[in-house]
């Protein structure tokens, strides 16, 4: 992994393979802990319970996790037939289904039907908030929760592996690709209502977040093994601020147009801009990113600036 070489401090993306356990949070913490530095943030909850990849963003990286939020996200998913859970995963309280429980034959059919844009039910206990409370305090209160339904997509829904050595509640391992937003836990729920008999999560790992996968994810272990001796052990696991910023063209600036992006000032690259987009990536003279900006009618507004000013040289 290449480390980012912006500022002085620790600034870039570390990709953490979080495992089951600890909250998205307590991860954050402890990087934070770690790093020596207040300027952590993560790009995407896991459920404690959930293992995987987990993107935690450092210095100047914690200005692009906005990008982040929208990306893709892939799972591997084992669906437990044969029993509800309150919480749609292995948490909760199970009542048994009253159904029989459905063939692999059976499974595979009904995949197609929670494939490609969906209406999908937040659990109830979610951190969807329902007239200014979280859903989950509401549950836990023995209050009625009524969720809203959402939309999502789910790109690919694919059968991995079947377990049907207890016939009554056999197992089904999914790989998840889909949308942001995507409750895997009301899939697992869902999945089972559609073939008469009930389903819940007993495991998630997520494979991917956007650019980040499970094979560049480094183990808690590791990290604070590298951490150990100083936080300056964590530089050779970062990866630069913009990895993953592929779609948000490189727009090169001379010095003069670089001094005035560092001000946060309009410029008209000399250079021109090298297509339509939403975003742009602004590199310096020596290629090191400086800043991310929105441009329109070959003008470019600086929106995360990531260089300092130019301090002006005392006279006399």
């Known amino acids: 992994m290449a480390r980012s070489s912006l ?142 339904l959402r939309e999502v997509t789910i790109h690919s829904l694919d059968i991995v592996s079947w377990e049907d050595t207890e016939p009554d509640r056999p197992i089904v391992v999914l790989d998840v690709t889909c949308s942001a937003g995507t409750y895997v836990r009301a899939l697992a729920r869902d999945l089972g209502e559609n073939l008469g008999s009930a389903a819940y999560l007993g495991a998630l790992t997520r494979t991917a977040s956007g650019p980040f996968a499970i094979d560049d994810a480094t183990p808690l272990e590791e990290i604070r093994a590298a951490a150990a001796e100083s936080p300056a052990g964590l530089l050779g696991m970062l990866l630069p601020i913009d990895t993953g910023l592929d779609s948000f063209p490189v727009v090169a600036l001379n010095p003069d147009e670089l001094a005035a992006v560092a001000k946060g000032q309009f410029i008209r690259p000399t250079g021109g801009l090298p297509g339509p987009a939403d975003h742009y990536r602004l590199v310096g003279p020596d290629g090191t990113l400086v800043a991310i900006a929105s441009g329109a009618a070959g003008r470019l507004a600086p929106d995360k600036v990531f260089v300092a000013a130019p301090t002006a040289t005392p006279v006399g």
């Open 7 to 148: 500022g002085p401090g620790l600034d870039g993306i570390l990709v953490v393979a979080k495992p089951a356990g600890p909250t998205s949070h307590d991860v954050v913490a402890l990087v934070r802990r770690l790093a020596a530095t207040k300027r952590v943030g993560h790009g995407g909850t896991l459920d404690p319970f959930a293992a995987g990849v987990l993107p935690v963003f450092l210095g100047h990286g914690t200005r692009v996790v906005e990008y982040h939020l929208g990306d893709r996200k892939a799972y591997r998913a084992t669906v437990c037939f044969g029993a509800s859970s309150t919480t749609d995963d292995l948490e909760g309280e199970l009542t048994p289904a009253v159904g029989s429980a459905p063939t692999r034959a059976e499974v595979e059919a009904a995949l197609t039907g929670l494939t490609g844009a969906i209406s999908q039910r937040p659990p109830a206990y979610s951190a969807v908030k329902v007239g200014g409370r979280r859903a989950y305090a509401m549950a836990r209160a023995g209050e009625s929760v009524e969720l809203a």
